[in-house]
């Protein structure tokens, strides 16, 4: 009895079971804005808590009530510059470990240990920790990057709610990718000396993929740039506009989807069998799927000559 609920304890880590309790909330909710809006018409609350950015301005007037928690979307790049620091600090952790022998810290050990991770030893699983943790990092500076010479931000808005998880979001997902790590105590278990010697095919194959999805989500957010700037790469204007190009030509938010096929091309990396990593990008599917629909109901309200063959967020499905 006893074995079984280690056995089960180890399945349902609470790294896992936070992971997966967020991917049923996002889709429950995705699920309730598919149903009839008579079902929600007395959600005002919840319809403001899901909705960010454009998608506050469908429907009527917000009370003054709920404007008090509104935080700018161009706060965004706060998200971005804790990812960098953080998984940074946790990426320097993970180097020394892998490559020069250097035992975790005592605190970022124990930490692991609370959340769920295992004493493990798994072949190339150290090196795919540590490529997943350096594609998350660059994500971030990417991100970061654009939200500071690529985006031009309006007055839109985004709940405080919403900042708050935005802030913590980055840290549980570097602590995921950590916790994943194989270990002998404190020390990263490697298989033989050099651990480059542990590259497989699908360590290439998520390198590829993260970097055409990074490739593409940077060309959406250039394409949506530039229909507030003129030619010379001045703002002119903080409104919305149809765009057109590159994705855009089958979904309405092309920038979601390439964050899905990022997480995507982490769980290759992974080897495509680590449950955890599957369970966040099983949050990501439903988190951005409620994402680009709301953006997607936008778009076809505000404009009369929108695209029909467009998308929400999965070409020719969704």
């Not at 500071?148 to 709940?159: D, E, G, L, Q, R």
């Not at 900042?163 to 790590?181: A, Q, R």
């Not at 080897?271 to 997607?296: C, D, I, P, R």
Request: contains cysteine; aromatic residues 18%; glycine residues 6%.
């Amino acid at each position: 009895m006893a074995l079984g609920a280690g056995a089960a304890f180890s399945v349902l880590s609470p790294l896992r079971a936070l992971w997966l309790g967020l991917a049923a909330a996002f889709l429950l909710t995705l699920l309730l804005q598919l149903a009839p809006p008579r079902l929600l018409r007395d959600c005002a609350l919840f319809q403001d808590l899901i909705r960010y950015g454009k998608t506050k301005l469908v429907g009527p007037a917000r009370p003054a009530a709920y404007r008090a928690f509104d935080v700018p979307k161009r706060y965004f790049s706060h998200f971005y510059v804790i990812s960098v620091l953080w998984n940074g600090f946790l990426l320097w952790f993970l180097t020394q470990s892998v490559f020069l022998g250097v035992p975790l810290p005592n605190w970022l050990h124990g930490l692991l240990r609370i959340l769920g991770a295992a004493q493990s030893q798994g072949g190339e699983l150290a090196l795919s920790v540590f490529l997943v943790l350096l594609f998350l990092w660059l994500h971030s500076w990417r991100r970061l990057f654009e939200c500071f010479y690529v985006s031009v931000f309006s007055n839109a808005v985004i709940h405080v709610v919403q900042y708050c998880f935005g802030l913590v979001y980055y840290v549980l997902v570097g602590l995921t990718v950590i916790s994943e790590v194989p270990m002998d105590g404190r020390n990263v278990y490697i298989v033989g000396k050099n651990p480059l010697m542990q590259a497989r095919w699908f360590h290439i194959l998520g390198m590829m993929m993260f970097i055409w999805s990074s490739v593409h989500q940077y060309k959406c957010h250039v394409i949506l740039g530039k229909l507030r700037r003129n030619k010379a790469g001045v703002v002119i204007h903080c409104n919305h506009r149809i765009p057109f190009g590159d994705w855009f030509e089958y979904v309405s938010s092309p920038n979601y989807l390439a964050e899905l096929m990022i997480y995507i091309s982490m769980a290759v990396t992974f080897g495509l069998h680590n449950l955890t990593w599957w369970l966040v990008v099983t949050y990501v599917f439903f988190s951005q799927a409620l994402s680009a629909f709301l953006s997607h109901k936008f778009y076809q309200s505000k404009f009369v000559s929108y695209p029909k063959h467009r998308k929400a967020f999965l070409p020719f499905l969704f």
